[in-house]
Protein backbone atom coordinates (compact mmCIF):
# COMPACT_ATOMS: atom_id res chain seq x y z
CA UNK A 1 0.00 0.00 0.00
CA UNK A 2 1.27 3.46 -0.95
CA UNK A 3 -0.02 6.63 0.48
CA UNK A 4 -1.67 9.39 -1.97
CA UNK A 5 1.52 11.47 -1.07
CA UNK A 6 4.52 9.13 -2.75
CA UNK A 7 1.93 8.70 -5.57
CA UNK A 8 2.01 12.37 -6.50
CA UNK A 9 5.84 12.68 -5.98
CA UNK A 10 6.63 10.39 -8.35
CA UNK A 11 6.82 6.42 -8.08
CA UNK A 12 5.99 5.53 -11.30
CA UNK A 13 5.63 5.03 -12.67
CA UNK A 14 28.36 -8.53 -32.54
CA UNK A 15 27.97 -12.06 -31.28
CA UNK A 16 31.31 -13.24 -30.28
CA UNK A 17 32.66 -15.96 -32.14
CA UNK A 18 30.85 -18.80 -31.83
CA UNK A 19 33.22 -21.25 -29.83
CA UNK A 20 32.32 -23.20 -26.79
CA UNK A 21 35.10 -21.48 -24.35
CA UNK A 22 33.77 -18.49 -24.92
CA UNK A 23 30.55 -20.19 -23.77
CA UNK A 24 31.97 -21.43 -20.86
CA UNK A 25 33.85 -18.19 -19.63
CA UNK A 26 30.58 -16.28 -20.28
CA UNK A 27 28.39 -18.51 -18.41
CA UNK A 28 31.34 -18.78 -15.39
CA UNK A 29 31.22 -14.83 -15.58
CA UNK A 30 26.94 -15.02 -14.71
CA UNK A 31 27.85 -17.55 -11.65
CA UNK A 32 29.95 -15.00 -9.75
CA UNK A 33 27.71 -13.68 -6.76
CA UNK A 34 26.71 -9.79 -6.48
CA UNK A 35 26.35 -7.83 -2.93
CA UNK A 36 27.17 -9.25 -0.28
CA UNK A 37 23.13 -10.31 0.49
CA UNK A 38 21.39 -10.38 4.56
CA UNK A 39 23.04 -13.07 6.36
CA UNK A 40 19.73 -14.89 7.67
CA UNK A 41 19.91 -17.82 5.32
CA UNK A 42 16.59 -16.82 4.19
CA UNK A 43 14.98 -16.56 0.49
CA UNK A 44 17.74 -18.06 -1.27
CA UNK A 45 15.26 -18.40 -4.08
CA UNK A 46 12.25 -15.81 -4.79
CA UNK A 47 9.74 -15.83 -2.13
CA UNK A 48 6.35 -17.68 -3.26
CA UNK A 49 2.95 -17.54 -1.58
CA UNK A 50 -0.39 -16.09 -1.03
CA UNK A 51 -0.85 -12.12 0.02
CA UNK A 52 -4.19 -10.50 0.62
CA UNK A 53 -3.79 -6.80 -0.44
CA UNK A 54 -4.66 -6.26 -4.05
CA UNK A 55 -7.64 -9.19 -4.05
CA UNK A 56 -9.15 -8.30 -0.58
CA UNK A 57 -7.67 -4.31 0.66
CA UNK A 58 -8.21 -2.96 4.15
CA UNK A 59 -12.27 -4.92 3.52
CA UNK A 60 -13.05 -4.73 7.57
CA UNK A 61 -16.42 -5.15 7.55
CA UNK A 62 -17.49 -8.53 8.61
CA UNK A 63 -20.86 -7.97 9.35
CA UNK A 64 -22.09 -7.01 5.70
CA UNK A 65 -19.37 -8.84 3.48
CA UNK A 66 -18.28 -12.36 5.95
CA UNK A 67 -16.56 -13.57 3.39
CA UNK A 68 -14.29 -11.25 2.06
CA UNK A 69 -13.63 -9.17 5.03
CA UNK A 70 -9.62 -9.20 6.69
CA UNK A 71 -10.49 -11.80 9.49
CA UNK A 72 -8.67 -14.93 10.68
CA UNK A 73 -11.50 -16.73 8.94
CA UNK A 74 -10.18 -15.56 5.37
CA UNK A 75 -6.36 -16.66 6.01
CA UNK A 76 -7.99 -20.29 7.43
CA UNK A 77 -9.90 -20.89 4.57
CA UNK A 78 -6.57 -20.02 2.29
CA UNK A 79 -4.46 -21.73 4.48
CA UNK A 80 -6.70 -24.67 4.26
CA UNK A 81 -6.57 -24.34 0.42
CA UNK A 82 -3.39 -23.60 -0.23
CA UNK A 83 -3.09 -26.72 1.31
CA UNK A 84 -5.38 -29.39 -0.34
CA UNK A 85 -5.24 -27.88 -3.61
CA UNK A 86 -1.52 -28.49 -4.66
CA UNK A 87 -0.36 -24.79 -4.05
CA UNK A 88 2.14 -26.38 -1.24
CA UNK A 89 3.30 -28.64 -3.75
CA UNK A 90 4.00 -26.12 -5.97
CA UNK A 91 6.19 -23.85 -3.81
CA UNK A 92 3.62 -21.37 -2.56
CA UNK A 93 4.16 -21.65 1.22
CA UNK A 94 4.30 -18.29 2.49
CA UNK A 95 0.17 -17.16 3.65
CA UNK A 96 0.44 -13.21 4.07
CA UNK A 97 -1.42 -10.90 5.83
CA UNK A 98 -1.10 -7.66 4.95
CA UNK A 99 -2.69 -4.27 6.23
CA UNK A 100 -5.82 -3.32 8.63
CA UNK A 101 -5.38 -6.96 10.50
CA UNK A 102 -4.18 -4.61 13.65
CA UNK A 103 -6.76 -3.61 16.73
CA UNK A 104 -6.54 0.39 16.73
CA UNK A 105 -4.62 0.31 19.90
CA UNK A 106 -1.69 -1.45 21.13
CA UNK A 107 -2.23 -3.28 24.82
CA UNK A 108 -1.12 -1.81 27.89
CA UNK A 109 2.36 -3.73 27.64
CA UNK A 110 2.56 -1.79 24.45
CA UNK A 111 2.78 -4.27 22.32
CA UNK A 112 0.55 -4.69 18.78
CA UNK A 113 -2.51 -6.34 19.18
CA UNK A 114 -5.12 -7.98 16.20
CA UNK A 115 -8.61 -6.68 15.82
CA UNK A 116 -10.39 -8.66 18.77
CA UNK A 117 -14.04 -8.95 16.45
CA UNK A 118 -12.45 -9.84 13.33
CA UNK A 119 -9.17 -12.05 14.66
CA UNK A 120 -10.48 -13.28 18.36
CA UNK A 121 -8.23 -16.25 18.65
CA UNK A 122 -5.36 -13.91 18.07
CA UNK A 123 -2.25 -14.57 15.65
CA UNK A 124 -0.32 -17.14 17.54
CA UNK A 125 -3.55 -19.53 17.23
CA UNK A 126 -3.84 -18.43 13.39
CA UNK A 127 0.23 -18.85 12.96
CA UNK A 128 -0.17 -22.58 14.93
CA UNK A 129 -2.99 -23.52 12.27
CA UNK A 130 -1.24 -22.13 9.51
CA UNK A 131 1.54 -24.26 10.61
CA UNK A 132 -0.42 -27.24 10.81
CA UNK A 133 -1.04 -27.02 7.08
CA UNK A 134 2.84 -27.29 6.62
CA UNK A 135 2.90 -23.15 5.11
CA UNK A 136 4.61 -20.45 7.12
CA UNK A 137 2.73 -17.08 7.98
CA UNK A 138 3.85 -13.42 6.90
CA UNK A 139 2.54 -10.28 8.63
CA UNK A 140 2.54 -6.43 8.04
CA UNK A 141 3.67 -3.24 9.88
CA UNK A 142 5.01 -0.11 8.94
CA UNK A 143 7.83 1.60 9.82
CA UNK A 144 6.87 4.98 10.43
CA UNK A 145 4.24 6.28 13.38
CA UNK A 146 1.11 4.57 11.69
CA UNK A 147 0.70 2.01 8.91
CA UNK A 148 -0.50 3.55 5.19
CA UNK A 149 -4.06 2.43 6.29
CA UNK A 150 -3.62 4.36 9.94
CA UNK A 151 -2.95 1.51 12.10
CA UNK A 152 -0.20 1.85 14.88
CA UNK A 153 3.33 2.18 13.15
CA UNK A 154 6.38 0.34 14.37
CA UNK A 155 8.35 3.84 15.20
CA UNK A 156 9.97 3.55 18.29
CA UNK A 157 9.09 -0.21 18.93
CA UNK A 158 11.14 -2.07 16.87
CA UNK A 159 12.42 -4.46 19.20
CA UNK A 160 8.59 -5.12 21.20
CA UNK A 161 7.68 -5.60 17.25
CA UNK A 162 9.98 -8.26 16.24
CA UNK A 163 9.57 -9.81 19.70
CA UNK A 164 6.07 -10.11 19.29
CA UNK A 165 6.01 -11.11 16.06
CA UNK A 166 8.85 -13.80 17.12
CA UNK A 167 6.83 -14.95 19.77
CA UNK A 168 3.65 -15.37 17.66
CA UNK A 169 5.35 -17.52 15.24
CA UNK A 170 5.57 -15.44 12.31
CA UNK A 171 7.95 -16.82 9.55
CA UNK A 172 7.53 -13.14 7.04
CA UNK A 173 7.51 -9.04 8.27
CA UNK A 174 6.21 -7.05 4.66
CA UNK A 175 6.89 -3.94 6.43
CA UNK A 176 5.91 -0.51 4.73
CA UNK A 177 7.35 2.77 4.25
CA UNK A 178 4.00 5.11 5.22
CA UNK A 179 4.32 8.10 8.01
CA UNK A 180 8.44 8.38 7.97
CA UNK A 181 9.27 12.46 8.29
CA UNK A 182 12.77 11.84 6.23
CA UNK A 183 14.87 9.89 4.48
CA UNK A 184 16.84 8.92 7.49
CA UNK A 185 13.71 8.12 9.60
CA UNK A 186 13.44 5.67 6.86
CA UNK A 187 16.17 4.18 6.77
CA UNK A 188 17.57 3.83 9.86
CA UNK A 189 14.05 2.29 10.82
CA UNK A 190 14.04 -0.27 8.18
CA UNK A 191 18.01 -1.21 9.14
CA UNK A 192 16.76 -1.19 13.23
CA UNK A 193 13.79 -4.01 11.99
CA UNK A 194 16.48 -6.42 10.24
CA UNK A 195 18.30 -6.32 13.62
CA UNK A 196 15.56 -6.71 15.53
CA UNK A 197 14.40 -10.05 13.62
CA UNK A 198 17.41 -11.37 13.44
CA UNK A 199 18.31 -10.57 17.62
CA UNK A 200 14.84 -12.94 18.18
CA UNK A 201 16.81 -16.03 16.70
CA UNK A 202 13.65 -16.43 14.49
CA UNK A 203 13.89 -17.46 10.59
CA UNK A 204 11.60 -14.10 9.49
CA UNK A 205 11.63 -12.85 5.78
CA UNK A 206 12.20 -9.28 5.93
CA UNK A 207 10.18 -7.92 3.08
CA UNK A 208 10.93 -4.63 2.57
CA UNK A 209 9.52 -1.30 0.77
CA UNK A 210 12.93 0.68 1.34
CA UNK A 211 13.92 2.18 -1.82
CA UNK A 212 9.81 2.24 -3.16
CA UNK A 213 10.04 5.31 -0.62
CA UNK A 214 13.31 6.51 -1.56
CA UNK A 215 12.88 7.03 -4.92
CA UNK A 216 11.07 10.00 -5.47
CA UNK A 217 13.59 12.07 -3.65
CA UNK A 218 17.01 10.29 -4.36
CA UNK A 219 18.74 6.90 -5.78
CA UNK A 220 18.49 4.34 -3.35
CA UNK A 221 22.12 2.03 -2.57
CA UNK A 222 21.05 -1.35 -3.42
CA UNK A 223 24.22 -2.58 -2.26
CA UNK A 224 23.12 -1.22 1.81
CA UNK A 225 19.33 -1.98 1.29
CA UNK A 226 20.58 -5.51 0.04
CA UNK A 227 21.88 -6.47 3.23
CA UNK A 228 19.36 -5.97 5.18
CA UNK A 229 16.33 -7.03 3.12
CA UNK A 230 15.21 -10.27 1.47
CA UNK A 231 13.44 -8.54 -1.03
CA UNK A 232 12.27 -4.92 -1.93
CA UNK A 233 9.63 -2.91 -3.27
CA UNK A 234 10.70 -0.31 -6.05
CA UNK A 235 7.67 0.76 -7.75
CA UNK A 236 4.05 1.44 -6.80
CA UNK A 237 1.12 -1.04 -6.05
CA UNK A 238 -0.10 -3.52 -8.61
CA UNK A 239 -3.54 -2.95 -9.95
CA UNK A 240 -6.26 -5.72 -11.28
CA UNK A 241 -5.34 -4.05 -14.58
CA UNK A 242 -2.92 -4.90 -17.81
CA UNK A 243 -1.80 -0.81 -17.56
CA UNK A 244 -0.50 -1.91 -14.36
CA UNK A 245 1.17 -4.70 -14.98
CA UNK A 246 2.66 -2.64 -18.32
CA UNK A 247 3.94 0.07 -16.04
CA UNK A 248 5.86 -1.96 -14.09
CA UNK A 249 7.82 -3.68 -16.49
CA UNK A 250 8.64 -0.23 -18.26
CA UNK A 251 9.66 0.90 -15.20
CA UNK A 252 12.19 -1.93 -14.52
CA UNK A 253 13.42 -2.35 -17.91
CA UNK A 254 13.91 1.59 -17.73
CA UNK A 255 15.71 1.14 -14.44
CA UNK A 256 17.11 -2.26 -15.10
CA UNK A 257 21.30 -0.96 -14.90
CA UNK A 258 20.43 -0.19 -11.60
CA UNK A 259 18.13 -2.77 -9.81
CA UNK A 260 19.07 -6.24 -11.85
CA UNK A 261 22.33 -6.93 -10.62
CA UNK A 262 21.31 -5.94 -7.04
CA UNK A 263 18.80 -9.26 -7.29
CA UNK A 264 19.99 -12.41 -6.14
CA UNK A 265 20.22 -15.57 -3.88
CA UNK A 266 19.13 -13.85 -0.26
CA UNK A 267 17.47 -10.58 -2.15
CA UNK A 268 15.18 -10.11 -4.49
CA UNK A 269 13.52 -7.14 -6.49
CA UNK A 270 9.53 -7.37 -5.85
CA UNK A 271 7.53 -6.18 -8.57
CA UNK A 272 4.31 -6.64 -6.57
CA UNK A 273 1.85 -9.33 -6.69
CA UNK A 274 -0.02 -11.73 -9.31
CA UNK A 275 -3.28 -10.65 -10.08
CA UNK A 276 -3.48 -13.54 -12.30
CA UNK A 277 -6.89 -14.95 -11.48
CA UNK A 278 -8.76 -11.79 -11.01
CA UNK A 279 -10.43 -9.77 -13.35
CA UNK A 280 -8.73 -7.35 -14.85
CA UNK A 281 -6.53 -9.25 -17.19
CA UNK A 282 -7.13 -10.89 -20.06
CA UNK A 283 -5.97 -14.50 -20.28
CA UNK A 284 -3.01 -13.22 -22.90
CA UNK A 285 -2.03 -10.91 -20.63
CA UNK A 286 -2.33 -13.38 -17.35
CA UNK A 287 0.64 -15.39 -19.41
CA UNK A 288 2.52 -12.01 -19.72
CA UNK A 289 2.45 -11.60 -16.13
CA UNK A 290 3.63 -15.04 -15.28
CA UNK A 291 6.40 -15.64 -17.43
CA UNK A 292 8.01 -11.77 -17.18
CA UNK A 293 7.39 -12.75 -13.25
CA UNK A 294 9.54 -15.34 -14.26
CA UNK A 295 11.99 -13.82 -16.16
CA UNK A 296 12.65 -11.25 -13.63
CA UNK A 297 13.30 -13.54 -10.74
CA UNK A 298 10.13 -12.07 -8.75
CA UNK A 299 8.79 -13.13 -5.46
CA UNK A 300 5.63 -14.70 -6.25
CA UNK A 301 2.75 -13.56 -4.20
CA UNK A 302 -0.39 -14.59 -5.76
CA UNK A 303 -3.65 -12.30 -4.68
CA UNK A 304 -6.50 -13.42 -5.70
CA UNK A 305 -9.41 -15.62 -4.30
CA UNK A 306 -8.48 -19.20 -3.88
CA UNK A 307 -11.92 -20.31 -3.83
CA UNK A 308 -12.78 -19.12 -6.49
CA UNK A 309 -10.02 -19.19 -8.95
CA UNK A 310 -10.56 -20.69 -12.49
CA UNK A 311 -9.04 -23.84 -13.41
CA UNK A 312 -7.55 -22.07 -15.96
CA UNK A 313 -5.84 -19.43 -14.12
CA UNK A 314 -4.60 -21.97 -11.45
CA UNK A 315 -2.93 -24.50 -13.99
CA UNK A 316 -1.12 -21.10 -14.94
CA UNK A 317 -0.22 -20.32 -11.80
CA UNK A 318 0.59 -23.48 -10.62
CA UNK A 319 2.86 -24.63 -13.92
CA UNK A 320 5.62 -26.35 -13.05
CA UNK A 321 8.30 -25.43 -15.78
CA UNK A 322 7.26 -21.43 -15.46
CA UNK A 323 7.98 -21.77 -11.31
CA UNK A 324 11.53 -23.48 -12.33
CA UNK A 325 12.59 -20.89 -14.28
CA UNK A 326 11.45 -18.39 -11.20
CA UNK A 327 13.09 -20.65 -8.81
CA UNK A 328 16.40 -21.09 -11.11
CA UNK A 329 19.13 -21.77 -8.45
CA UNK A 330 21.82 -19.73 -10.07
CA UNK A 331 19.41 -16.41 -9.23
CA UNK A 332 19.93 -13.89 -11.70
CA UNK A 333 17.55 -11.78 -12.58
CA UNK A 334 16.76 -11.43 -16.40
CA UNK A 335 16.53 -8.15 -18.08
CA UNK A 336 14.80 -6.04 -21.12
CA UNK A 337 17.59 -7.36 -23.84
CA UNK A 338 15.69 -4.95 -27.38
CA UNK A 339 12.26 -3.81 -27.86
CA UNK A 340 11.39 -3.05 -31.37
CA UNK A 341 7.91 -2.20 -33.22
CA UNK A 342 6.32 -2.92 -30.26
CA UNK A 343 8.06 -6.45 -29.44
CA UNK A 344 9.92 -7.07 -26.61
CA UNK A 345 12.77 -9.66 -26.17
CA UNK A 346 13.42 -10.56 -22.37
CA UNK A 347 16.30 -12.97 -21.16
CA UNK A 348 17.54 -14.64 -17.93
CA UNK A 349 20.54 -16.65 -17.67
CA UNK A 350 19.64 -19.93 -15.90
CA UNK A 351 22.36 -22.92 -14.36
CA UNK A 352 23.55 -25.14 -16.21
CA UNK A 353 24.08 -23.14 -19.37
CA UNK A 354 20.21 -23.15 -19.91
CA UNK A 355 18.57 -19.50 -20.61
CA UNK A 356 14.66 -18.33 -20.86
CA UNK A 357 13.53 -16.49 -23.67
CA UNK A 358 10.34 -13.92 -23.62
CA UNK A 359 9.19 -12.67 -26.52
CA UNK A 360 6.32 -10.04 -25.49
CA UNK A 361 3.89 -8.52 -28.09
CA UNK A 362 2.93 -4.85 -26.82
CA UNK A 363 0.46 -3.89 -29.77
CA UNK A 364 -3.07 -3.50 -28.41
CA UNK A 365 -4.70 -3.73 -32.21
CA UNK A 366 -4.86 -6.30 -34.42
CA UNK A 367 -4.20 -9.89 -34.52
CA UNK A 368 -0.91 -11.93 -33.43
CA UNK A 369 2.15 -11.37 -35.25
CA UNK A 370 5.69 -12.93 -36.05
CA UNK A 371 8.87 -12.46 -34.81
CA UNK A 372 12.06 -14.09 -36.14
CA UNK A 373 14.92 -14.17 -33.28
CA UNK A 374 18.34 -14.84 -33.92
CA UNK A 375 19.79 -17.09 -31.68
CA UNK A 376 23.22 -15.95 -31.92
CA UNK A 377 21.87 -12.54 -30.62
CA UNK A 378 20.86 -14.01 -27.25
CA UNK A 379 22.61 -15.02 -24.20
CA UNK A 380 25.76 -12.07 -24.85
CA UNK A 381 25.93 -14.79 -27.89
CA UNK A 382 26.54 -18.09 -26.04
CA UNK A 383 22.73 -18.91 -25.18
CA UNK A 384 22.69 -21.27 -27.87
CA UNK A 385 26.18 -21.54 -28.62
CA UNK A 386 26.75 -24.04 -30.31
CA UNK A 387 23.64 -25.61 -30.51
CA UNK A 388 20.49 -26.25 -28.06
CA UNK A 389 17.25 -27.58 -27.56
CA UNK A 390 14.34 -24.83 -27.76
CA UNK A 391 10.82 -25.99 -25.46
CA UNK A 392 8.24 -23.48 -25.27
CA UNK A 393 6.62 -23.28 -22.37
CA UNK A 394 3.65 -20.65 -22.73
CA UNK A 395 1.36 -20.20 -24.05
CA UNK A 396 1.19 -24.26 -24.52
CA UNK A 397 3.99 -25.84 -23.87
CA UNK A 398 5.92 -27.36 -27.08
CA UNK A 399 9.35 -29.17 -27.57
CA UNK A 400 10.49 -26.89 -30.64
CA UNK A 401 13.53 -29.10 -31.36
CA UNK A 402 17.34 -28.78 -31.94
CA UNK A 403 18.83 -25.71 -33.31
CA UNK A 404 22.16 -24.42 -34.33
CA UNK A 405 23.53 -21.44 -33.24
CA UNK A 406 23.36 -19.60 -36.27
CA UNK A 407 19.63 -20.69 -37.10
CA UNK A 408 16.82 -18.53 -36.48
CA UNK A 409 13.13 -18.90 -34.58
CA UNK A 410 10.56 -17.78 -35.71
CA UNK A 411 7.75 -17.03 -33.38
CA UNK A 412 3.88 -15.83 -33.19
CA UNK A 413 2.49 -13.72 -30.33
CA UNK A 414 -0.76 -12.49 -29.86
CA UNK A 415 -1.78 -8.67 -28.54
CA UNK A 416 -0.63 -7.98 -25.14
CA UNK A 417 0.32 -11.97 -25.16
CA UNK A 418 3.94 -13.53 -24.18
CA UNK A 419 5.64 -16.44 -25.89
CA UNK A 420 8.32 -17.81 -23.01
CA UNK A 421 10.85 -20.25 -24.57
CA UNK A 422 13.77 -22.15 -22.89
CA UNK A 423 17.01 -22.99 -24.92
CA UNK A 424 19.05 -25.64 -23.01
CA UNK A 425 22.47 -26.31 -24.72
CA UNK A 426 22.68 -29.66 -26.15
CA UNK A 427 25.14 -32.16 -24.32
CA UNK A 428 26.03 -33.90 -27.32
CA UNK A 429 27.95 -30.57 -27.80
CA UNK A 430 30.35 -31.07 -25.42
Known amino acids: MVTLMMRLTGRRLQPPDCVLALSLMVLILWEIPGAWALDNGLAMTPTMG ?3 WERF ?3 TDCTEEP ?7 LFMQMADLMDSDGWKEVGYEYLCIDDCWMAPQRDSKGRLQADPKRFPSGIRHLSNYVHSKGLKLGIYADVGKKTCAGYPGSLGHYDIDAETFADWGVDLLKFDGCHCDTLEQLADGYKHMSLSLNKTGRS ?4 CE ?18 YCNHWRNFGDIYDSWQSVKSILDWTSSNQRTVVSAAGPGGWNDPDMLVIGNFGLSWDQQITQMALWAIMAAPLFMSNDLRHISLQAKTLLQNK ?9 LGKQGYLLRKEDNIEVWERPLSELAWAVAVVNLQEIGGPRSYTISLASLGQGVACNPACHITELLPVKTKLGFYEWTSFVKTRINP ?3 VLLQLKISQTTF
Request: hydrophobic share 35%; net charge negative.
Open 57 to 59: MCN
Open 204 to 207: IVYS
Open 67 to 73: DSCISEN
Open 210 to 227: WPLYMWPFKKPNYTEIRQ
Open 50 to 52: WLH
Open 416 to 418: TGT
Open 321 to 329: DVIAINQDP
